[in-house]
């Protein structure tokens, strides 16, 4: 006859350790639970039935033990249980004076001071075993026993479903369990799990009773010496079982969300010490090549000529290194906003006229995962002073002029800096190269309409600013600072930005924003 139970453990685990098994050297766990503990579990339960009715449940008792030894025993385990990580935690143990006490000379007297008494801990590890998947469908938390045995009547399986009503836990008392006795197996399980006599290198041992067993041996207590005593207990042997293998799963590959082309990508600039405006060329042109290095995946040198020619709308560079030949200087610009209250740097921003690429985003997103720094220190040493760049979401509005909306006047934000020499040796300004006449030439050549163009600049606030010199420039006797100019444009139709113009421009210098009304070169 086959019995059948259904047992599940509603907080996912078993807690238990195979007999006489010292937690911190448990090499297995017990997993299939073992049939003794299962024995052991209904006989409780039969006491518990015996004070709830008041009846003596001695004269059955042996024919139900009688029954589960001359059965075999097979599991159904879910297949994607697994061993726990185990917890580690203090427990009380003994409750005693802490520390002892002592004696103490008082006036010359002998004084016993008593200690404190209290609980001392003991470490504790408490291994479990997850019973099958997260899965949402409960059947794959399951384990089923099957029992075949020709010993077992109708007057014992009730017995049995009235003790398994009354088990709560399986094993240590946090291991919760519900358990009752079905009539068959569903269609589609099957036995996984089986008892063998012979240990195999992929088997693990697992208690059962003795066909011989007797009552007395079954429910003998663990302190009774012939149990303490001895290494397996009496009416108990060791047989092996080969645990399921678990199947592999086929993690899904995460979709990649492809981002929304965009023009502009901002980030709000957090310091300790806010990069001052000289250090505008300084922060922008180190944050350019980290995204040049993550676009490519290593140096220029080290990528290919395909990654190079993908590149070169970020750089300004064809594959052969050199500059791009196109008027409108397509490629990204990178560039500071301050505070007009403050006067501390707030945002950066890279922007370019045709939309940035799922790929190209994601490099700049990348590259501003790490601190950027700002002063010119050994490699390998860190800088004290460092810049965090920190991403701001398309909810964020883009700064005055880098929108739909059009205006007619526009101001420098950052200094211009003419791309031109425009003063000879001795400060005089030179022929056709004077600030406003390159401004109005880069301005042709950016496609604006210049025929009505005021351009005001304020003499008083003429500085020196640092330049951004290409790598292929930098040995050259030229130093790396130019006079810069505040700078007023007013066109004679409202125009869309944004604005860049000058030396350095794709580095931040040379950046307009749009201002409602005009400004004089005083008020600025």
Known sequence: MQVVLRQTFPHGRFHANPWRMFPFEDPHGEWPPSPWRLLRAILARSHQLEREYGVQCQPWRDSLVRAFCTSTFGWCLPSFSRRGPGLRQYQPATFEWDPPGRTKKVKGRSVNIPGERKYRSTLVRDNFWVVGSSATDSSSRIVWWILDGERWSEDDLDRLDACLDRMTYFGRAEAITEIQR??????????????????????????????????????????????????????????????????????????????????????????????????????????????????????????????????????????????LQDPLHPHARFGILFNHETGKAARLLVWR?????????????????????????KAGTRDPWTVRLVPLDSQVSPPAGFGERTCRHWKTVTLYVPPRHAYDRKGRVRAGESPEEQLRLELARQGYDTSGLTIEMDDQAVKWTRIHRPRRHRDDPTNTERRAHHVLLAFDKPVRGPISLGHSSHFGLGLFVAVDGRITPSKR
């Open 353 to 377: 006229h045709h939309p940035f690429t799922d790929d190209e985003q994601r490099a700049i997103l990348n590259a501003a995962e790490q601190e950027l720094p700002l002063s010119f220190v």
């Open 182 to 323: 079905v009539e068959k197996l569903p269609k589609d399980t099957h036995v996984n799990c089986v008892l063998e006599q012979n240990p195999s290198s992929d088997s693990v041992p697992v208690l059962v009773p003795t066909k011989e067993a007797t009552l007395e041996q079954v429910q003998a207590v663990t302190d009774d010496p012939s149990v303490a005593n001895s290494t397996v207990p009496p009416g108990a042997r060791w047989l092996h079982a080969k645990r399921p293998i678990r199947p592999q799963v086929k993690l899904p590959r995460p979709t990649r969300r492809i981002k929304k082309p965009t023009h502009l990508v901002q980030f709000a600039i957090g310091a300790r010490v806010s990069p001052p405006r000289e250090s505008i060329v300084v922060l922008t042109q180190r944050f350019r090549g980290r995204v040049i290095r993550e676009f490519l995946g290593g140096s220029w040198q080290q990528a290919n000529a395909e990654r190079r020619e993908a590149a070169r709308f970020l750089t300004g560079k064809e594959a052969d290194g050199t500059p």
